[in-house]
């Protein structure tokens, strides 16, 4: 082992998809559909709340860097991975490969921290509609939205800066199709005990504390629904938390049999890893337009407006 602290590899090798040679193209062609679906459909959703003066609420603000955060995940992983794909090539620099990571991880953990937030906003909602105004007032969601980005970039740094410290000597080659944290300990030469340490304490920290806030919003919501059965309540409890909760179940439902049911690193997880990584940053604006009366207004406002325009000119 040697004394300094760096890294002898240049570059890595994304081994990328287990596709057959003969389908790169189809697939290629698949994922970068599924890309700019996600990208045109989350702004789509960012413009409608800019847009119409009736979206300018806590659920809605929320949403919009949920959007945002979606687009930004789903650009850190997906784009190389079609990059490699068009030029039939792997490799990516060691500083691509920790900056990739970084922003994997920063966007993962807002990701988390949003959807948390939002379950908090509509246990509010349903359980306390009286005092909705007064709770989720601004200076609590700027203060909640600032709080999540603040924590994901120091989840983010943190992890960062730990494995930079380590020493990549021989094998550079990563069984997935982007710069993974779990990968590239795995690759290294060095102790990797402080890491693992970081990753279980504030991995399971943020974890406990985000599903937690999510399970608990929902224990709540579902124990006053069925302590005094309505049916106006329960259309209400179904419209603005369906939803929420079809995305947490996807994200939270395939990322925790990765990382936390799976014994050995393999193709099927990097298979699986695909449904939050691309999956549902795609799905989350039709999830969200479709189960949602005030988008729907909002859409078909836009869509009349550009109507007007277009016959006036």
């Not at 040679?21 to 459909?41: A, E, I, K, N, S």
């Not at 479709?290 to 007007?308: P, T, W, Y």
Request: net charge positive; aromatic share 12%.
């Amino acid at each position: 082992m040697r004394p300094e602290n760096q890294s002898s590899v240049s570059q890595f090798l994304l081994l990328g998809l287990p596709i057959p040679p003969g389908q790169q193209g189809v697939f290629f062609t698949l994922f970068l559909g599924m890309y700019l679906t996600t990208v045109l459909g989350n702004l789509l959703i960012i413009l409608l709340i800019r847009l119409d003066s009736r979206l300018h609420m806590p659920m809605y603000f929320f949403l919009s860097h949920l959007a945002f955060s979606d687009i930004s995940l789903s650009s850190v992983t997906v784009l190389k991975m079609l990059m490699n794909m068009q030029t039939q090539q792997q490799s990516i620099s060691h500083v691509g490969c920790i900056s990739q990571m970084y922003f994997f991880m920063f966007f993962g953990t807002l990701d988390n921290c949003l959807l948390a937030v939002m379950a908090y906003d509509r246990y509010v909602a349903i359980c306390h509609p009286l005092h909705y105004i007064t709770i989720m007032r601004e200076g609590l969601c700027l203060l909640l939205v600032a709080g999540s980005w603040i924590l994901s970039c120091g989840v983010a740094l943190l992890n960062t800066l730990l494995l930079v410290q380590l020493s990549f000597c021989a094998d550079n080659t990563i069984i997935h199709y982007f710069c993974d944290l779990a990968a590239l300990l795995k690759l290294s030469c060095s102790d990797t005990s402080l890491n693992e340490l970081a990753i279980f304490t504030e991995g399971g920290m943020i974890l406990f504390l985000c599903f937690g806030v999510i399970l608990g919003s929902y224990i709540r919501i579902g124990t006053l629904i069925l302590r005094v059965p309505s049916t106006k309540r329960l259309s209400k409890a179904l419209s603005t938390c369906g939803s929420h909760l079809s995305v947490v179940l996807l994200y939270y439902g395939t990322a925790v049999g990765v990382y936390f049911f799976s014994s050995a690193w393999s193709y099927k997880d990097i298979i699986a890893s695909i449904m939050y990584t691309v999956v549902t940053p795609m799905l989350n604006p039709f999830i969200y337009s479709l189960r949602n009366r005030d988008i729907k207004q909002a859409l078909d406002m836009c869509v009349n407006r550009v109507k007007f325009f277009k016959w006036q000119y």
